[in-house]
């Protein structure tokens, strides 16, 4: 199966811009989608397709895409959105019906 | 509002099966929309997919997993199944159900939303 690779550790200063990508030979086919995990709790979707937002999802979140890797952007971070993030897409290898997740990354805001 | 919820035992024997039941309320598990996924995260680690399941049954499994794994689905109860055999520590982790995006044309999948997960320690 394809993977999906992500930073370990990203930080970004109060009301900054970070980006967190995510690489894999998957994502020259498929989206990925985007998640935030904090401390105890499920992860929440905050980004699926091309660049969309659930109901409930800041915009100060946004997804992009180029070759191999995928972007999650936090334009304007806030002290809430310090927590793990996830992405996820479609396995490009074997049927195509398979998914992947990536390690990771856990996102600092100073 | 479509609500998820895991239940099962907390505790697993190595070399046993793992049994957990996911119990969707506020919509149909049989919407021809969806799938309905399994996802791991063993404890301080990452997220691992385990496997979906259609409402008529197609069942698609983690490669890595797919030896010991049954997903099933009882649509008259609203509900999907997950059995992990032959555990051991590792199987150790968070498990979360799923709703799961995904149709087969398009070029994107996801998770939305997600139950409260349920911890399943495989000790003896």
């Given amino acids: 199966s394809s993977e999906l690779t992500q930073d370990p550790a990203v930080s970004v200063a109060l009301g900054q811009t970070v980006r967190i990508t995510c690489q894999g030979d998957s994502l020259r086919s498929y989206y990925a989608s985007w998640y935030q995990q904090k401390p105890g709790q499920a992860p929440v979707l905050v980004i699926y397709g091309k660049n969309n937002r659930p109901s409930g999802i800041p915009d100060r979140f946004s997804g992009s895409s180029s070759g191999n890797t995928a972007s999650l952007t936090i334009t304007g971070a806030q002290a809430e959105d310090e927590a793990d993030y996830y992405c996820n897409s479609r396995d490009s290898s074997g049927n195509h019906l398979e998914v992947v997740f990536g390690g990771g990354t856990k996102l600092t805001v100073l | 509002q479509l609500q998820l919820q895991e239940s099962g035992p ?41 496997g979906s399941i259609y409402y008529s049954g197609s069942t698609y499994y983690n490669p890595s997993l797919k030896s ?3 997903i099933s689905v009882d649509t008259s109860k609203n509900q999907f199944s997950l059995k992990l ?3 051991t520590a590792a199987d150790t ?3 979360y159900c799923a709703r799961h995006v995904m149709v087969v044309a398009a070029i994107s999948s996801w998770f939305d939303p997600w139950g409260q997960g349920t911890l399943v320690t495989v000790s003896s």
């Avoid at chain 2, 680690?45 to 385990?50: A, S």
């Fill in chain 2, 10 to 50: 907390g505790l697993v024997k190595p070399s046993e099966t793992l049994s957990l039941t996911c119990t969707v309320s506020g919509g149909s598990i049989s919407s021809s929309s969806y799938y309905w996924g399994w996802i791991r995260q063993p404890p301080g680690k990452g997220l691992e997919w385990i």
């Fill in chain 2, 68 to 70: 010991r794994v049954t």
């Fill in chain 2, 85 to 87: 055999s032959s555990v």
């Fill in chain 2, 93 to 95: 982790a968070v498990y």
